[in-house]
T-cell receptor, first 113, second 114 residues
Framework: GENVEQHPSTLSVQEGDSAVIKCTYS??????FPWYKQELGKRPQLIID?????GEKKDQRIAVTLNKTAKHFSLHITETQPEDSAVYFC????????????FGDGTTLTVKP | DAGITQSPRHKVTETGTPVTLRCHQT?????MYWYRQDPGHGLRLIHY???????DKGEVSDGYSVSRSKTEDFLLTLESATSSQTSVYFC?????????????FGPGTRLTVL
């Protein structure tokens, strides 16, 4: 089955700095890669996603890059703000297999004011 | 938030008792999923459904069963709860295959097995 590894497990940055979270996956059949943000006590919510036929996608301060050959993808957050503090999860999904997703173990991001 | 609810939101039970968690959606999505979330393990898939009465196992299915008799409801049953099943359980729905692929999560159920 699919295996997703996510690094780092914790990340602390100063407000205004950039944050990068990296994930690797093992199954070449995975073709959709979402990123979720989970605030304490809340449900995970999608913040950005990328399909396997795209190398990069950006939405304001958030961007995701995908390298299919190397089987890794990354989340980039620029100009971080205290409200970005949360747990972030990457996932690798096979859209042709019931949309089953395998999640990374999460990264706890702390943005210090 | 997408129209997805879970009940109960909190439950404390004793080892050996059966427990059923309910997930209800109003989005008419085909796919539904049950995950458990434990510290350091992210979200792990327990079971999923790809249609009414169509279900399959995920990576951590031992000790759990599911049923889906209607599009809108997906039930997760712990036949005989154990302390290792203490966790936060999330249901998710998806319309994967169409324009949207993301999974929408319910608010979660915190289950404690004493």
């Amino acid at each position: 089955g699919e295996n997703v590894e996510q690094h780092p497990s914790t990340l602390s940055v100063q407000e205004g700095d950039s944050a990068v979270i990296k994930c690797t996956y093992s199954d070449s059949a995975s073709n959709y890669f979402p990123w979720y943000k989970q605030e304490l006590g809340k449900r995970p919510q999608l913040i950005i996603d990328i399909r396997s036929n795209v190398g990069e996608k950006k939405d304001q301060r958030i961007a995701v890059t995908l390298n299919k050959t190397a089987k890794h993808f990354s989340l980039h957050i620029t100009e971080t703000q205290p409200e970005d503090s949360a747990v972030y999860f990457c996932a690798a999904t096979n859209r042709t297999n019931a949309g089953k997703s395998t999640f990374g173990d999460g990264t706890t991001l702390t943005v210090k004011p | 938030d997408a129209g997805i609810t879970q009940s109960p939101r909190h439950k404390v039970t004793e080892t050996g008792t059966p427990v059923t968690l309910r997930c209800h959606q109003t989005e008419n999505h085909r796919y539904m999923y049950w995950y458990r979330q434990d510290p350091g393990h992210g979200l792990r898939l327990i079971h999923y459904s790809y249609g009414v009465k169509d279900t399959d196992k995920g990576e951590v299915s031992d000790g759990y069963s599911v049923s889906r008799s209607k599009t809108e409801d997906f039930l997760l049953t712990l036949e005989s709860a154990t302390s290792s099943q203490t966790s936060v359980y999330f249901c998710a729905i998806s319309g994967v295959g169409g324009a949207n692929n993301e999974q929408f999560f319910g608010p979660g159920t915190r289950l404690t097995v004493l």
